[in-house]
């Protein structure tokens, strides 16, 4: 666990967690043995995603080394897949490690967000479409697959 997590352990009934337990549902962009990437529901542009790893980790002080090479390759398929689909090379890569940087899910994930740092909307705050998450979900999906 990492120094600044001491005091915390890890919430095997989080968000995330129950999400890989399959005990809630979620727009699902790509999944492989080590990651599973889908659409963060109160997006900060559209086209956020989210990468989790399926290692129990609370944030990067705690990711072992295969994970946090798995998280990475997966960003990158999720990157290359938003470039393509909204046409831009912007895409913001984020991720935060404990409660005093703002982290408000403490299951390790990268945000990948189709987006400028002059532009960003704020964190976690207004709910998405569903319809639109699901429509992007399938496009990025169709692109990863191809
Ligand atoms: P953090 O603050 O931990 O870096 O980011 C957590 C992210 O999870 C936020 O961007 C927030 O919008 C997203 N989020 C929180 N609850 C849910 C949920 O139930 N489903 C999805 N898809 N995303 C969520």
Redesign the pocket.
Known sequence: MSQANQQITYDDNN??AK?LNGD?P??KVYEDDKTLA???????AEG?V?VITKQKAIDLGDLEPEYAAAVLMTAKKIMQAQRQVFEREGIIQ???NGAQ???????Y?V?LIPSSIHELGR???TQADHEV?ADTARKLAAVIAA
């Open positions: 968000i995330f999400m809630i979620y727009h889908f659409m963060d529901i109160m997006p900060q956020h989210l984020m991720q935060l940087s703002g982290q408000t899910v403490f299951h994930h945000h964190h976690a705050v998450l």
